[in-house]
Nanobody, 115 residues
Framework: VQLVESGGGLVQPGGSLRLSCAAS????????MSWYRQVPGKERELVAA????????NYADSVKGRFTISRDNAKETVYLQMNSLKPEDTAVYYC?????????WGQGTQVTVSS
């Protein structure tokens, strides 16, 4: 099982980034997918989630209206489009795949929002 995040980096406040998470080794379309983030000394927090068929999404209040989660089951990839980025969005972003029986994590990608 692998979840490989990409797309992180350094961006100025107000800028945009698109994170990708490529999945392999499990039946992607059966899994709900989420993005979490974590800063040192704090708990990992849910940023956005999408159901296995993509019919439902939910977002942390802090990112509503700025971030969009989507998935492509044919490509076995989940995305997080992040717009109007703020310094407080700086964190390591993790991809998560969850089913009734299993819970998988990626290795994380660093997002830094700074001028």
């Amino acid at each position: 099982v692998q979840l490989v995040e990409s797309g992180g980096g350094l961006v100025q406040p107000g800028g945009s980034l698109r994170l990708s998470c490529a999945a392999s080794g499990f039946t992607f379309r059966w899994y709900d997918m989420s993005w979490y983030r974590q800063v040192p000394g704090k708990e990992r927090e849910l940023v956005a989630a999408i159901t296995n068929a993509g019919g439902s999404t939910n977002y942390a209040d802090s990112v509503k209206g700025r971030f969009t989660i989507s998935r492509d089951n044919a490509k076995e990839t989940v995305y997080l489009q992040m717009n109007s980025l703020k310094p407080e969005d700086t964190a390591v972003y993790y991809c998560n795949a969850r089913s009734y029986f299993n819970n998988y994590w990626g290795q994380g990608t660093q997002v830094t929002v700074s001028s």
